[in-house]
């Protein structure tokens, strides 16, 4: 069982930053931040396998960064350049085996963290 809790969301406007932390109960290979906006369907933003090789969603390559802190079992993913259509419900996610790639089969879920971009 692993245990996942964000943290870092607020209300911002467009083009500021904010940094999203998740904090896991034990280390996982694999780790992940999706999103949900209201509406639509949750998408994948970013996965990672162990520490490096992260695999980006087409919506925001380029403006977000990942990274993982193996020895605190932390996940976090800076967003620049935050624009109205990110918009969401922000959450961590995990999964056991080395498959990070394999979106669909994440099973473990923090309670998500809300992250709101106005003009």
């Known amino acids: 069982q692993v245990q996942l809790v964000e943290s870092g969301g607020g209300s911002v406007q467009a083009g500021a930053s904010l940094t999203l932390s998740c904090a896991a109960s034990?280390?996982?290979?694999?780790m992940a931040w999706f999103r949900q906006a209201p509406g639509k369907e949750r998408e994948v933003v970013v996965s990672?396998?162990?520490?490096?090789?992260?695999d980006w969603g087409d919506s925001v390559k380029g403006r977000f960064a990942i990274s993982k802190d193996n020895d605190k079992n932390a996940l976090y993913l800076q967003m620049n350049s935050l624009k109205i259509e990110d918009t969401a419900t922000y959450y961590c996610a995990a999964k056991l085996g080395a498959d990070c790639n394999s979106h669909a089969t994440y099973n473990y879920w923090g309670q998500g963290t809300q992250v709101t971009v106005s003009s």
């Open positions: 990672i396998r162990g520490a490096s090789n992260p």
């Open positions: 034990t280390y996982t290979y694999c």
